[in-house]
């Protein structure tokens, strides 16, 4: 059961890099130079839409409100998320659990 420990430190890693983005604010707003931004692709697949990934990887084998009736701090979401994906099948990638982890905490 050692594995499970450090699968959940990466997950808490992945999260603290996210809630650091996320914390930063409006995205694309704030770089100063106005104007013509890039893409912001870093590459590190951030996916920031909580709601939309909710809304399109936890629909397909149960309805929303069986989220949406669910309250769970951040553990408690990842905790079940990981159990749809290994467990149930679900296929959702690290990044897109992290940020659905962190929006259905925070919502
Ligand atoms: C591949 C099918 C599948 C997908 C996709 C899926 N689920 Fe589930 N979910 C299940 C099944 C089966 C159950 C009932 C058994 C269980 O609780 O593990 C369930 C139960 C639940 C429950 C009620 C049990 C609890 O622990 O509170 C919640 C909440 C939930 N899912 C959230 C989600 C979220 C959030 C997502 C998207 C990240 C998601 N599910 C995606 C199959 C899925």
Redesign the pocket.
């Known amino acids: 059961m050692r594995s499970g420990t450090r699968t959940a430190a990466v997950v808490v890693a992945f999260i603290l890099v996210l809630a650091a983005l996320v914390g930063c604010g409006s995205s694309s707003t704030d770089t100063g130079t106005g104007g013509t931004e890039a893409v912001p692709g870093t590459g590190t697949g951030v996916v920031g839409d909580g709601a939309a990934?909710?809304d399109s990887?936890?629909t397909?084998?149960?309805n929303l409100e069986?989220?949406d009736?669910?309250t769970?701090d951040l553990a408690g979401?990842q905790a079940?998320?990981t159990?749809?994906v290994q467990?149930?099948?679900?296929?959702?990638t690290p990044e897109e659990?992290s940020a659905?982890a962190l929006y259905?905490s925070n919502r």
Not at 87 to 92: D, L, S
């Open positions: 990934l909710v990887k936890c397909t084998c149960h069986r989220v009736s669910a769970k979401w079940t998320i159990r749809m467990q149930n099948g679900a296929v959702i659990q659905i259905l």
